[in-house]
T-cell receptor, first 112, second 115 residues
């Protein structure tokens, strides 16, 4: 069946350092792979997505890498800030219907 | 802010009761999805509505049902509540059709506790 999982449940980094959050997926037929951020008491917030025919996409301070050979997705956050503290979920999506399959999540903690 | 609002924010029910959760989607969005997020887990897809019709369903029993109204707002109904239904219920909206993005806009959720 479908599954999207994460290698590490928690990640602690120093403020200003770069963070790398990893994810393994199993459904190669997904149209998009996405990263969401969820702060305590809030709904998931879209960070960045990547189409299945791409291997890298950059946003503001974030980069997503997709390795289809090993079914691996990663999120890189540059110069991590206290506001980056949250749980990060990878997810995969097929467009019809527009259904997200989420992984378990990684809690990112920023040390001052 | 995503423009998606949900109500109520918190509620407590007892086993066997019924609950209705409501969602107002972002303006211009005609697709609404509902997700269940148990504590410490990722959200799980319940179902999606597109132009008032169910457009896909996850692995949830029939006692989970929904509606979408002409103004694209939506309801999630759960009958015969069980203890395991305790979770955060998230509504997400999207422009619909075949968008060129994986982005859904989530509300803050309704926290349901079943005693």
């Amino acid at each position: 069946g479908e599954s999207v999982g994460l290698h590490l449940p928690t990640l602690s980094v120093q403020e200003g350092d770069n963070s790398i959050i990893n994810c393994a997926y199993s459904n190669s037929a997904s149209d998009y792979f996405i990263w969401y951020k969820q702060e305590s008491g809030k709904g998931p917030q879209f960070i960045i997505d990547i189409r299945s025919n791409m291997d890298k996409r950059q946003g503001q301070r974030v980069t997503v890498l997709l390795n289809k050979t090993v079914k691996h997705l990663s999120l890189q956050i540059a110069a991590t800030q206290p506001g980056d503290s949250a749980v990060y979920f990878c997810a995969e999506m097929n467009l019809v219907p527009q259904k997200l399959v989420f992984g378990q999540g990684t809690r990112l903690t920023i040390n001052p | 802010e995503t423009g998606v609002t949900q109500s109520p924010t918190h509620l407590i029910k007892t086993r066997g009761q019924q609950v209705t959760l409501r969602c107002s989607s972002q303006s211009g969005h005609n697709t609404v999805s509902w997700y269940q997020q148990a504590l410490g887990q990722g959200p799980q897809f319940i179902f999606q509505y597109y132009r008032e019709e169910e457009n896909g369903r996850g692995n949830f029993p029939p006692r989970f049902s929904g509606l979408q109204f002409p103004n694209y707002s939506s309801e999630l109904n759960v009958n015969a509540l069980e203890l395991d239904d305790s979770a955060l219920y998230l509504c997400a909206s999207a422009p619909g059709g075949r968008p060129g993005t994986g982005e859904l806009f989530f509300g803050e959720g309704s926290r349901l506790t079943v005693l």
